[in-house]
T-cell receptor, first 113, second 115 residues
Framework: SQQGEEDPQALSIQEGENATMNCSYK?????LQWYRQNSGRGLVHLIL?????REKHSGRLRVTLDTSKKSSSLLITASRAADTASYFC?????????????FGQGTTLQVKP | GAGVSQSPRYKVAKRGQDVALRCDPI?????LFWYQQALGQGPEFLTY????????KSGLPSDRFFAERPEGSVSTLKIQRTQQEDSAVYLC?????????????FGPGTRLTVL
């Protein structure tokens, strides 16, 4: 498997708190994407950050990328119960350029009302 | 517009049976990907199509797995002589551009259970 690593594997917080998830990867990348997956459902794209970007915002989401450390973080501010899901980072490696994504193992987030 | 659709949503097969999983990508999307997701894991790449051409099949786990996209739109993933280790969710994704650097939109997946 070429999957990256995410931590923590599981996170439980109260509604209104912030949640931070981290992702590390192994190879040089074109971009890094974050996806959300609710139980038993498909993956929903959240945000894409390119290798020449360091930070990106989308609503309550903030993503950072450090290519020198091959790591990224996803911050969800003012969390809601509806944010309860699994979150995956996925990298698009430079080599091959087919666009295939290499996923981490995910962080399971539980937001308690 | 419509997203990526997959059918069936659930499939139960007896070991040794052949199965066919269908993916309808977003209309006009050039790239189509298949991924396999085991329980509690992240998705793993299986194969990639650019229009009707299968450009990367490096992730297919064995020669029992076969995928096609004959007209550059609908794709079928076929698994022959299914084994218990094939039990997983099979996800299809499409993107508007060739190659990388564009968002992949995922379907709901087909959950395959091999008994």
């Amino acid at each position: 498997s070429q999957q990256g690593e995410e931590d923590p594997q599981a996170l439980s917080i109260q509604e209104g708190e912030n949640a931070t998830m981290n992702c590390s990867y192994k190879t040089s990348i074109n971009n890094l994407q974050w996806y959300r997956q609710n139980s038993g459902r498909g993956l929903v794209h959240l945000i894409l950050i390119r290798s020449n970007e360091r930070e990106k915002h989308s609503g309550r989401l903030r993503v950072t990328l450090d290519t020198s450390k091959k790591s990224s973080s996803l911050l969800i501010t003012a969390s809601r119960a509806a944010d309860t899901a699994s979150y995956f980072c996925a990298t698009d490696a430079i080599s091959g350029n087919t666009g295939k994504l290499i996923f981490g193992q995910g962080t399971t987030l539980q937001v308690k009302p | 517009g419509a997203g990526v659709s997959q059918s069936p949503r659930y499939k139960v097969a007896k070991r040794g049976q052949d199965v066919a999983l269908r993916c309808d990508p977003i209309s006009g999307h050039v790239s189509l990907f298949w991924y396999q997701q085991a329980l509690g894991q992240g998705p793993e790449f299986l194969t990639y199509f650019q229009n009707e051409a299968q450009l990367d099949k490096s992730g297919l786990p064995s020669d029992r797995f076969f995928a096609e996209r004959p007209e550059g739109s609908v794709s079928t993933l076929k698994i022959q002589r299914t084994q218990q280790e094939d039990s997983a969710v099979y996800l299809c994704a499409s993107s508007v551009e060739r190659g990388g650097s564009s968002t992949q939109y995922f379907g709901p997946g087909t959950r395959l259970t091999v008994l």
